[in-house]
Every structure is written in structure tokens, then in C-alpha cells.
């Protein structure tokens, strides 16, 4: 595993982050706190629903306000307080120190503009090169992320490329930014088979080491996690429940959630013996109907009558490994047999 460096390039601090809907608040991140030093790939993971994208759409500003509200907190970036940016200066931000790739680069690639052509618009706008420079660098950058023939991939539209490739133009345009310090990757494999999958992966770690840049990894497959992080956060129904470095994280979780998440994974031995994969069983809950107790009561077998009261404070199980269960030493015991 690489060395990180120490020095902190995004702090997210007490993120209290709701959306009103005509049902009421929905309290979409919680007492959010979370660092991401320089260099250093943190992964956001959970199931759908426990405000990982929101957590991501809030440092980019990209949420929708109204119905969205920042409650509380601030994101540092550099020490610039992103929440406190107007709308050009956070766009400035978007176009030359943080970048962002979806889930789906079809939502994001304009259809109606060559690929190449949107990339050089970012070039012209952030960077005020001539159409023509921005071009060939638009070609230099399908070459960094290994497009076939980028002289002529660059005049393609999205459609005409295929998921993976498409995958690769979005992040070539993330990259088409003078000092690309964070990117943001929501889900960035999820819509492509497993073959394509790990060859994204690759060319992201590829890119890290090349660029030395630091990346926020939104995912909710462990398997990505095992192949990117340094670092781990879990989230469930807004809140952060457990994080830590990522080998902690696969050799002693402590979190109910989490080893849910791992005995869910096809590699788990328990799978392996018993020939099929190990649920959580219901689903997240309503956020709107929340309690102030754990909102994995609902779902977990090593719930006890405090857990649907009060909501866990930080238990502290190294330096760089933090939980919020009150019976986390009941899931160590319990591995330990
Ligand atoms: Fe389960 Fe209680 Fe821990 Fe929540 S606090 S994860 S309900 S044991």
C-alpha cells in the first residue's frame, strides 16, 4: 500500500445536510465528519438510501436548493469553506480543483456534442486555450485513459461509444482541469460488466498515481473497496457508523452494518461452504420516521434494548479505527469463536 501524505486537502465538518419534502424533513446526512488528506483514495460506502451522493453532491454544491438545505457544518477544501462559495466561484472550483464522474456518463456527456469537443470546452473555458490547442489536448488525455485511436474517438458522439468507453471520456474530462486536486467518483462502475469494471478501476488507480490527486470513492460493493481504498468510511441512514483504514476494515470490522456488507461479498468463506450469499435482511429505514436510536436496530441481530434509545456515541478501537455501536466488543467476541 502506497504511503499517504499527511497533509489534509478536504474536511467535511458536522455535516448536517435535509431535503423538505411534502412528508416533512428528511435528514439525508447527519453529524457527517470525514478527512481526506492529500494523495489518499477514501471510500463513502453503503446501501442506496444512506446519503453517500448526497454527501458528495453537497461538497460540489450540486444538490438541489430548495429542496435541499445545508443544516449545519462546513466542507474545507484547501481551507476554502465550499458551503460559502457563490455560484461562479463554486463552478470555478468544479471546472479546475475538483472534479466529478457518474454513475451513468450518459446523465453527463451532453448527447448533441462530440466527446471530444465538450472536453475542449473545459479547456476553453477554465483555461481560455483556442479551440485548436484544446483539441489536441483533449487527444492527449483520451491517450492517458487509454482510448483506442483517440484521433478518432475524439469526434465521436457519446452514443456511438460503448459503456466502458464512455466511462473513459467522462473521466478524461474530469482530468481536463489545470490541477485536478479531488476527484469525486459516484459509483463510477456500477452500470458496467465486471471485465470492463476492473479495467476502470486499473486506469483510476493508474491515474492517482500518475496525477497525484486525491479520490472520494462513493460504492456500495466491498469488492471495489478492497481493490481502491486507503481508507473507509461507512455510512448507514445518513450517519457515519464505522471508519478505518481499509485493512481494520476487512480484518476486524466491528459494525453490524459492515459485516453485513462483508459476509455479503461472493469471496466470504461462509459463501463459499454454504453456496449462496449471506443478506441483510429488511431495508434501510424511512428517513422521515427515524428515531433517535441506531437505524440499524431494525435490522440487526446483536441489537439490545439502549440501541433503540440512543444513538452510539465514537468508540475508539485503534487511531485510525473508529465505530458507533454500543456492542461492538459483542461482534468481536462473536468473530473471535
Ligand atoms: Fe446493532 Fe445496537 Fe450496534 Fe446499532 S448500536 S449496530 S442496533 S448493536
Redesign the pocket.
Known sequence: METVKQETLLEIDNLNFSFKTQRGLVRAVRDLSITIKKGETLTLVGESGCGKSVTAHAINQLNPMPPGRVDSGRILFNGIDLLQLKKGEIEKMRGTQISMIFQEPMTALNPVFTVGSQIADVFMTHQGMGKDEAMARAVELFHLVKIPAPERRIHAYPHQLSGGMRQRAMIAMALASPEPGLMIADEPTTALDVTIQAQILDLLGDLKQQIDMSILLITHDMGVVAEMADRVVVMYAGRK?EESDVNSIFNDPR???TLGLLNSLPSNPKYKQAKRLEAITGTVPDLLTIGD??P??NR?A???D??RSSF?SMSEINKDHSV?????E?VKREKAQ
Do not use: D
Not at 458507533?324 to 461492538?328: A, I, L, V
Open positions: 457508523v459494525h453490524p452494518y436510536g441506531c440499524f436496530a440487526c446483536y441489537a439490545t439502549i440501541c452510539p458507533w455501536c454500543h456492542n461492538h459483542s
